[in-house]
């Protein structure tokens, strides 16, 4: 693994740097509720558009700069050195649009593919259901053919941002006769229809940032079919892939910037020389590098064979561990504040908590590296 950059990666790098300089995002509005901040967030991805900063990773041909994987890495570094808010469409950008540049068709490229990048379309993940989330393939939610389009049926959970969204990437079940990973179908649905109904779901943290989605005989058009009938299984793991691949290197960047905050809140306290924070606060900087250069190798590894290795399971799991042992911490070093809701590290604190579910749940994850990894022998689900 070389972690020198290239003299074109540190033009591309320089680049970006000046420009964000030269555009600081402005701080989130003090006090504001949900709806503010989203706007908030899809105000500086607005921005990156107008500049040609809302994907570098995306080709040239569709709003983006042809970025190198390590190009994309060094975008969402300095984004994050610059302290910017997560772009509001993250989930169109990050997984919707390459599943479309990937699976799509023509039409489909055509359609979705600069509404997204904009901002002015968001995108919403309709995968997970009550009774499937890590077994994605159990889900029930059903499409049924009805002339030239489909009829779709279920529930979905967990949907974030569905408040916020025109799309939904929605994987249904099309062929219930076929064993459970084949008989899936990738839809593209307007969520504009009242056969669709959200729900918000409020979290430990007071917000509502996901959603449960009624589906009561909702239509979707033939051409919005993703990839093939009966092909979803496929195409929803691009969409998986994106998501790792692409928040992975972004989670890490937030991390760091969370323990320097932390550090500085210590340095306050006076606690820096106490050796029961000062092991901890090394500790966690150790991790903090082992996961930066985890990711690093992750994307050498994808660079070399083409494909992620398993470097991207390693990484969400230390990931989420050690942001729940940060804030954990955090609250140990700010004291009673931390535990007020409203304040940052509460916030921070609460939040963290949903890390070791979201994006797949640590124990699938260890599962994922003892398999894959250290080559363990699968475990026998229980008659
Ligand atoms: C903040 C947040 C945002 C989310 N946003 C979205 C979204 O936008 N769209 C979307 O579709 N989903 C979203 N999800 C859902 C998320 O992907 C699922 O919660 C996750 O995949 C786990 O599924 P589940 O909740 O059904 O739990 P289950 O899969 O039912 O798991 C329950 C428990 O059993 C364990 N378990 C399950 N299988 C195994 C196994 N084989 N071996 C060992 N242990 C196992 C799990 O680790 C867990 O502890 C979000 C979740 C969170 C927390």
């Keep these: 693994m070389d972690l020198t950059f290239s003299d074109s990666e540190l033009a591309f790098r ?5 420009w964000l300089a030269d555009n600081q995002p402005d701080p989130a509005p003090p006090g504001a509720d949900e709806d503010a901040l989203f706007g908030w967030r899809r ?30 890495a060094i975008y969402f570094e300095e984004l994050g050195r610059a302290r910017a808010p997560m772009s509001a469409n993250v989930l169109g950008v990050l997984l919707a649009g390459p599943t479309i540049m990937q699976w799509g068709t023509p039409e489909q490229k055509e359609r979705y593919l600069a509404p997204i990048l904009s901002g002015e379309e968001i995108w919403c993940q309709g995968f997970s259901e009550p009774d499937a989330g890590s077994d994605l393939a159990a889900l029930k939610t059903r499409a049924v053919k009805d002339g030239d389009r ?16 025109k799309w939904c990437m929605l994987v249904a079940r099309t062929d219930p ?11 593209l649905m307007d969520m504009e229809q009242p056969q669709v109904q959200i729900r918000p779901l409020r979290q430990i943290t007071g917000e509502a940032e996901f959603n449960e989605l009624f589906l009561e005989e909702a239509i979707i058009p033939d051409e919005n079919v993703v990839g093939g009938v009966g092909n ?26 969370l323990l320097d905050d932390l550090f500085a809140a210590a340095a306050e306290q006076g606690l820096l020389d106490d050796p029961r924070y000062a092991d901890e606060l090394a500790e966690l900087h150790i991790r903090c590098e082992t996961i930066r250069l985890m990711a690093w190798k992750g994307l050498s590894a994808v660079e070399k064979y083409g494909q992620p290795g398993p470097e991207g399971s390693l990484v969400k799991w230390l990931w989420s561990d050690t942001n729940q042992r940060l804030t954990q911490l955090a609250a140990d070093v700010v004291g009673p ?19 070791t579910i979201e994006g797949g749940t640590t124990e699938v994850l260890k599962n994922i590296v003892a398999e894959r990894v250290l080559g363990l022998p699968r475990l026998k689900a229980a008659a």
């Design 232 to 257: 979803g299984w496929m195409v929803a793991l691009t969409t998986l892939m994106n998501e790792r691949a692409g928040l992975g290197f972004a989670l890490q960047v937030r991390l760091r910037h």
């Design 14 to 18: 320089d680049e970006f740097r000046r």
């Design 43 to 72: 105000a500086w991805q607005r921005r990156l558009y107008d500049a040609g900063w809302a994907a570098p990773q995306w080709p040239v041909e569709y709003g983006g700069r042809a970025a190198s994987l390590t190009e994309s």
């Design 177 to 187: 006769s076929v064993a459970k990973h084949k008989g899936l179908t990738y839809f």
């Design 337 to 355: 504040e931390a535990l007020t809701a409203g304040t940052r590290w509460s916030y921070e604190l609460l939040r963290a908590r949903g890390n």
């Design 150 to 165: 489909w009829v779709i049926t279920g529930q979905k959970v967990w949907t974030s941002g569905a408040q916020y969204s």
